[in-house]
DNA sequence: CAATGATCATCC
DNA sequence: GGATGATCATTG
């Protein structure tokens, strides 16, 4: 990751503590997507996301995976082909990048991508925790929320902090100010898509 | 504030 | 050691 983005003259920093999109950003850069913050795919003529994916030295996913915020405020779509979880999952080119925590940026090593398309599997995995997720939110119990829930597919906070608020539409209708909520992929699920690359036959069971 | 990009800090 | 909840930077 250094090399690379040196030649991009691009910084490079000594941890991640104040640059934690710093992979991401470089990889970006480095293969010509073009969105930036904009509510696009990174490769909007071919519809296909960008993800770097921290793993470890033997290629287990390290983190979950931020795919985009959950809606609370009742615009979330009640069917599962037009949600937007699904489309931001559609097509992914994800980047395996290597390095335990601890690693330096500088240090990390960038593995094999691959393209992936949800398998009709995991497609539907994916849909029952959303639908679980869709009741609690348009019933407006947010309390109920936490990471505990959903197999493939989690909620957490998402927000600059704690203090963050967004708003939501509570289980009487009202509007409330809520903690802001993001959509992630565990990495017990990234992993399962690792394994048919990885050749290892552990990582596919 | 919400979207993009994620990892950190701490608890279990 | 892994997962949860918290946090950091940047852009429009």
């Avoid at 679980?132 to 990471?147: M, P, S």
Wanted: charged share 25%.
């Amino acid at each position: 990751m250094g090399a690379i983005a040196r030649d991009l003259d691009i910084g490079v920093p000594d941890d991640f503590k104040r640059h934690k999109g710093w992979v991401g950003q470089v990889m970006e850069h480095a293969l010509g997507a073009e969105s930036g913050s904009a509510a696009a795919p990174d490769f909007p003529r071919l519809g296909v996301e960008l993800k770097t994916l921290p793993v470890d030295a033997r290629g287990v996913p390290l983190e979950s995976t931020y795919v985009c915020t959950a809606p609370l405020d009742g615009s979330m779509s009640t069917r599962w082909e037009d949600a937007w979880v699904r489309r931001k999952l559609s097509h992914v080119l994800w980047v395996p990048v290597s390095g335990a925590r601890g690693t330096s940026p500088g240090e990390r090593e960038v593995g094999a991508p691959f393209l992936w398309q949800p398998s009709v599997e995991e497609d539907a995995l994916l849909r029952d925790d959303w639908e679980a997720f869709r009741e609690l939110i348009l019933l407006g119990e947010l309390w109920q929320i936490d990471a505990h829930l959903g197999e493939a597919l989690q909620m957490r906070p998402k927000g600059a902090d704690s203090k963050s608020r967004t708003w939501a539409i509570d289980d009487e209708g009202r509007w409330v100010q809520s903690m802001p909520m993001g959509f992630y992929l565990r990495a017990s699920f990234t992993r399962t898509l690792l394994g048919a690359e990885s050749g290892d036959p552990e990582a596919r069971s």
